[in-house]
């Protein structure tokens, strides 16, 4: 997959530098550093800080054709993001070295309370009092030259190996940005992804229900609608990239039915660039089948008003991903002015999205059903869905992988089209044993089509989601467990008077609304097996779920009041490949070498007929020489 690990790396950099910036600016290091003398250096580790963001912020969407420079760039990324966390460690030392030394201050001043208080001489306290002043005085007083040479030498390696990374990656990015062909030639081209109303699939596998429920409401004259006045309505379509958004809307929009009642029918692909001038303008292009030459904003709404009120229309925007309602709203005001029955049509990601513009609840698309995911799976590998015949050995391979990638048709296209370059027992086996991310893929494979979710989470988002590649696939989360960790790390930032925990729920739901989570239904697992849900942060406790038997013996775990949410398969190895190098998951039955460079290490082992999960703050537990 061409530099996709890169990108990623890059993106979780950027999100940790940010957090770290506001806490080298924290009131308690700052105090720190005026006490101790360093308040240069930790100005300089600042700066050096915002180099780095600055340096991974511009080659963090680079794709690369080399993998040696692609290697090279990774090495970068990790030391870089290393180094930031020894700066971390750092200020984090600082920070809780004033916090001690203002508690014993406040011991002292209790102890002369007390000892002022007192007829006899001298008093117990008076004693606790000396020994308390001696000890912060040794620890914190400004003459132990010793613990200030110690502090500067720290920060200047750690700013040092900034400098360092930093440098190197912008030593590299202007090499490839020379005129001569010698840097050109190792960039790829990351273009917005362009879709058309026309679809590459002959055939439509698994969404009869989807097409028939959105060809009811299309077809229907009067739906409740959010516009103040005309008969125009807005529809969506969600689910996370990859999962079918654009196949059903192309099937829908090319519909005889469909083509029949609306008269004017106009397709849009958004993408990331919601500029609603330049959305305007291609509404009126796709109408007039015309190059649209107006040269303002006010003027194109004007134009567009004239051209889609004389039709019922159909407009599909494909692919949307903004947020800010004003943009919304201003890309629709000449819109509602069609004629009664007209429909807008969105597919996004986002849940949140869809219920900005929506006047009804949208169709969400889950995986595709097991039967017809097989049929399109092998249509993908064979060629045809009943080649598979032929080659039965292949077929129980194929039929392996399925279950890896859980009805997501996009992935059966990637991989499906992977096995089929060589119908090979060896070159199937070797894509069953990979992980998905590890695979080759272009730019509009599984992984690079999920990636463009994350890359648009905020950064205090991308952290939390990253986090969850500690825990297995199939994992049943807790919200409330969840947050309880997310603020255990630091992860949530506190806000004013709200509460972490309510902070904490809003990014947990932002993550379900953007389709990186979903709620789980009950498990069956294997009967006879006791299974434990857990909360682990630097100390390990374990919570039994409950369990039910069904008539046929089958165990079944049960939910609780806490709802329980899931990450689909192929999320999990978006979060374990953009983690790669920070956390680490170790599993029965497979070969660790553990990176020297992570920072949190979860640990599962059965015992006793029974599964244990421990999750552990690898910085805090375990020292280890660099």
Known sequence: M?????????????????????????????????????????????????????????????????????????????????????????????????????????????????????????????????????????????????????????????????????????????????????????????????????????????????????????LKSEVASKFDQGGVSVLSITGIGGIGKTTLAQEVFNDNTVEEYFKLRIWVCVSENFSTERLTREIIEYTTKKKCNVPNFAALQVVLKEKITQERFLLVLDDVWNEERHKWESLCAPLRFGKPGSKILVTTRSRSIAGMVGDVDPIHLDGMDEKSFWNFFKKCAFGSSNSGIHHPHLEAMAKKMTYKLKGLPLAAKTLGGLMSMKLDEQHWKSILDSEIWQLPQEENGIMPALQLSYQYLPPHLKQCFAFCSLFPKDYEFSESKLIGIWIAEGFIVHQGSIRMEELGSNYFHELVNRSFFEKSTTRMVERGSNYFHELVYRRSFFQKLGTTTDRRGRVFIQSSTDEKFVMHDLIHDLAELISMGESYRVEKGKFHAIPSTIRHLSMYKEEEGMLTRGLIDYLITINYER
């Open 2 to 218: 061409i530099g996709f690990a890169l990108t990623a790396l890059g993106w979780l950099a950027e999100s940790f530098m940010v957090a770290l910036a506001g806490k080298a600016v924290d009131r308690a290091v700052q105090q720190f550093g005026e006490q101790h003398g360093v308040e240069e250096d930790l100005k300089k580790l600042k700066d050096s800080l915002a180099n780095a963001m600055l340096q991974i912020s511009t080659i963090e969407n680079l794709w690369l054709k080399d993998e040696s420079l692609q290697k090279r760039l990774k090495e970068l990324l990790i030391g870089l993001k290393d180094a930031a966390y020894d700066a971390d460690d750092l200020l984090d030392e600082f920070q809780y070295r004033i916090l001690k030394q203002q508690i014993e201050q406040q011991a002292d001043e209790a102890g002369n309370r007390a000892s002022s208080s007192s007829y006899s001489t001298p008093p117990p306290g008076k004693k606790i009092k000396t020994s308390l002043s001696s000890y912060a005085s040794g620890l914190f007083g400004k003459g132990d030259d010793d613990d200030n040479n110690n502090d500067v030498q720290r920060m200047r390696e750690i700013k040092r190996r900034l400098d360092d990374n930093s440098a190197a990656l912008e030593k590299i990015y202007s090499s490839l940005g020379a005129e001569d062909d010698r840097g050109k030639k190792q960039l790829v081209s990351s273009e917005s992804r362009q879709t058309s109303s026309f679809s590459i699939e002959p055939q439509l596998f698994g969404r009869d229900k989807e097409l028939q429920e959105l060809k009811d409401l299309l």
